[in-house]
Nanobody, 120 residues
Framework: QVQLVESGGGLVQAGGSLRLSCAAS????????MGWFRQAPGKDREFVAA????????SYSDSMEGRATISRDNAANTAYLRINDLRPEDTAVYYC?????????????WGQGTQVTVSS
C-alpha cells in the first residue's frame, strides 16, 4: 500500500502562485507514476498533470499547459505541483494520485486532497 498526503493548498489572489506537495509513504518504491487531479464544486474530478516516477516524461491538461509544473523528489518520496498565474476557475480540491507498476492503467492510490481557493 502507498499512502499519499497533500499539502500546500490555501487562499491565493488571482495571478498568484502556489506549490502543492504530495508526500508518499508506505510502499513508495512501488510507484510508477504520480498525478494531480482537481475537483471543483459541482464538477467531475479532472486531470491536471502527471509525471513518471523515473524519467522526465510529463503531461498536462490543456488548461494547465504553460502555467503548471509537475516535479518530484525521489529521495524525499514527494511530488510537487506548482501553478502560476492562478485564476478563480482554478479553485478546487486538488488530489494527488499514484499508479503502481503492476496496474499502469489506473490510479490506484489517492490522497485526501487539499483545497485551493483563488480570489478575484
Amino acid at each position: 500500500q502507498v499512502q499519499l498526503v497533500e499539502s500546500g493548498g490555501g487562499l491565493v489572489q488571482a495571478g498568484g502562485s502556489l506549490r502543492l506537495s504530495c508526500a508518499a509513504s508506505g510502499r513508495s518504491f512501488s510507484i510508477w507514476a504520480m498525478g494531480w487531479f482537481r475537483q471543483a464544486p459541482g464538477k467531475d474530478r479532472e486531470f491536471v498533470a502527471a509525471c513518471m516516477w523515473s524519467g522526465s516524461a510529463t503531461s498536462y491538461s490543456d488548461s494547465m499547459e504553460g502555467r503548471a509544473t509537475i516535479s518530484r523528489d525521489n529521495a524525499a518520496n514527494t511530488a510537487y505541483l506548482r501553478i502560476n498565474d492562478l485564476r478563480p476557475e482554478d479553485t478546487a480540491v486538488y488530489y494527488c494520485a499514484a499508479k503502481s507498476p503492476r496496474r499502469r492503467d489506473e490510479w490506484s492510490y489517492w490522497g485526501q486532497g487539499t483545497q485551493v481557493t483563488v480570489s478575484s
